[in-house]
């Protein structure tokens, strides 16, 4: 480096750096509004003028990635110390937890003693939070990693729910047990946790297991080894990436670009946080030495120019697999890691030209280095979707209880593909907004959606072919009592005020996938011990469904 410094979590502070050109200021330091200070955050100095560059297109390449950093400060990308602290006292607590859990668990099963005490769980991170890109407001996705004896049906759902349920800081527990991803989902500490459960034949799983090494996979079910796909893929990505904090960097930036842009959300037909993280990852491979600004317009020149449907696949030195091209996807994507799959994607063709068009803005604002008035805050801009349509398709979801509200929003946005090609067969493109409003002009809980509608010669004035559509979609598997919805065209002039104010796309975002019931009233079979018959671990309510002695967790949608 250009100078000494030290590095945390947070990034890196620079100390006695070596004379910069001008007209950067001596000593360079970033401010935290927040808490005052210098603010931890990596950066580079290059030592020599980069490769291409003229001075002056040095000096400016320096100054602008200065100004990003300074603008992620701002933005509050980076958690404070103290917000980071929290987090790292969630997952330790969680692993002692799941310590006490698999011992418990070795013990119903009647392992031998000796068993009991060398076997062991363990807590894997993944996510924004396992790539180090969280922010203040992040959920953490962790993994459980139990030995070859725990079951997912019994011991993770059941038992380690219940330790879960009568510890102090855990709330709002919920069982997602018919999801792709089995998980449970809570609150630890007043942060949102994911927890889904992956089980390896070994007596014990060692605290940070190698989750690629083959000998660890070796006889896992499906649901074990879909669980492990989002850890693998994390710890492959910055494995293969030449340095670990610009890509951070530029990964939260990315994120913010998509989420103000309007590009970022899977279920809507745009880029999930994978996709993001993978194709800056591809960046950072090919401009191993770049700056972040130089990183940043390498991003927006390589996806703008890409050929899709060519797949994006990181280089990772091993002999390419001979599995034939994704073609079903309009924009592939492949995780960096065996068995080599593509990544899950809803893009249709109205979010596939959206995310171009973004792409190639982004690359219009970004390619001239010496352009006089460059503004980052431009290039974050919200996007402006009352400016750019004149009508919008008006989603209204509302409950009766704020708990159904939650998985209603649920489900039938995992249903929002489906809608978007069916307006795209009527409408030709349409302009999903992922912001959710909340009407407070009404009693009963609600969220509502505002996509825009493109111009076209069929435009369509009543909404209730489409809603009919839709409905008999959304209702076909669902378990739960459905709340309502109501679809209908509007005006941008016919628009709340806080819809035409608002375009960072920070509205609320609705996780819910299960609701908790109280069944004292109902008959409840209780379960004991397959292991040890007088064991109590929970009931089973009339559907079924296992339950603690309170309250019954009943499954409504699937992800």
């Not at 960097?249 to 670009?257: D, G, Y």
């Amino acid at each position: 480096m250009a100078g000494n410094a030290f590095h945390n979590q947070n990034g890196v502070v620079f100390v006695n750096h070596l004379p910069l050109p001008l007209p950067f200021p001596q000593p360079f330091a970033l401010i935290n509004h927040r808490g005052g200070g210098e603010v931890l955050v990596p950066y580079n100095p290059p030592l020599l003028t980069p490769l291409g560059f003229s001075v002056l297109e040095a000096q400016m390449d320096e100054h602008r990635s200065i100004s990003l950093l300074q603008f992620m400060v701002n933005k509050e990308l980076v958690p404070s110390s103290e917000e980071e602290e929290k987090r790292r006292n969630v997952i330790v607590t969680l692993k002692q937890i799941v310590m006490a859990w698999i011992k418990k668990v070795a013990w119903q099963h009647r392992l031998p003693k000796q068993q009991i005490s060398a076997t062991s769980g363990t807590i894997l991170t993944y996510g924004s939070y396992g790539l180090g890109v969280h922010s203040s407001d992040s959920d953490i996705d962790a993994l459980c990693v139990g030995p070859f004896f725990a079951t997912m049906a019994d011991d993770f759902f059941i038992v380690l729910r219940n330790m879960l349920k009568g510890r102090p800081e855990v709330s709002e527990i919920h069982c997602v047990k018919d999801a792709k991803v089995p998980l449970m989902r809570f609150k630890f500490d007043g942060i949102s946790v994911d927890l889904p459960f992956a089980q390896l034949k070994v007596l014990s799983v060692p605290e940070n297991v190698d989750v690629l090494n083959p000998f660890f996979l070796r006889d896992i079910d499906e649901t074990s080894l879909k669980s492990l796909s989002g850890v693998r893929a994390n710890k492959r990505i910055l494995q293969l990436v030449p340095n670990v904090e610009n890509f951070q960097s530029m990964l939260r930036c990315v994120k913010l670009w998509a989420k103000r842009r309007g590009v970022y959300g899977n279920l809507l037909g745009f880029l999930g946080g994978v996709h993001l993280a993978i194709l800056v990852a591809f960046v950072c491979q090919g401009n191993p030495n770049a700056s972040l600004n130089a990183l940043i317009m390498n991003f927006f020149e390589t996806f703008a120019l890409w050929p899709w449907p060519t797949p994006v696949i990181l280089q990772d030195g091993l002999p390419a697999p001979g599995d034939a091209m994704e073609t079903r996807s309009l924009m592939p994507i492949r995780l960096p890691c065996s068995p080599y799959e593509y990544c899950h994607s809803n893009i249709t063709r109205s979010t596939y030209y959206k995310i171009r068009t973004e792409f190639l803005r982004g690359y219009t604002m970004t390619r001239d280095l010496l352009k006089p008035d460059f503004d980052w805050g431009s290039i974050f801009e919200p996007y402006p979707y009352s400016k750019i349509h004149s009508r919008f398709l008006k989603i209204y979801l509302s409950a009766s209880e704020q708990d159904e509200l939650g998985d209603w929003v649920g489900w039938v946005k995992s249903r929002f593909r489906s809608l978007i090609v069916k307006l795209e067969e009527i409408q030709g493109t349409c302009d999903p907004n992922p912001t959710e409003y909340v009407d407070m002009d009404v009693t009963e809980p609600n969220v509502v959606f505002y996509w825009g509608l493109n111009p076209c010669k069929r435009n369509f004035t009543d909404a209730a072919s489409v809603k009919e559509d839709f409905m008999t979609n959304i209702n076909n598997g669902y378990q739960g009592c459905p709340g309502r919805m109501e679809l209908s065209i509007v005006l941008t002039s016919e628009l709340p005020k806080n819809v035409l104010a608002d375009g960072t796309g920070s509205g609320k975002h609705t996780k819910a996938c299960w609701k908790i019931l109280d069944y004292y009233n109902q008959q409840r079979i209780p379960i004991y011990s397959q292991h040890l018959p007088h064991y109590f671990v929970g009931y089973v309510a009339t559907d079924g469904e296992p339950e603690s002695p309170s309250a019954a967790v009943i499954p409504i949608m699937n992800i």
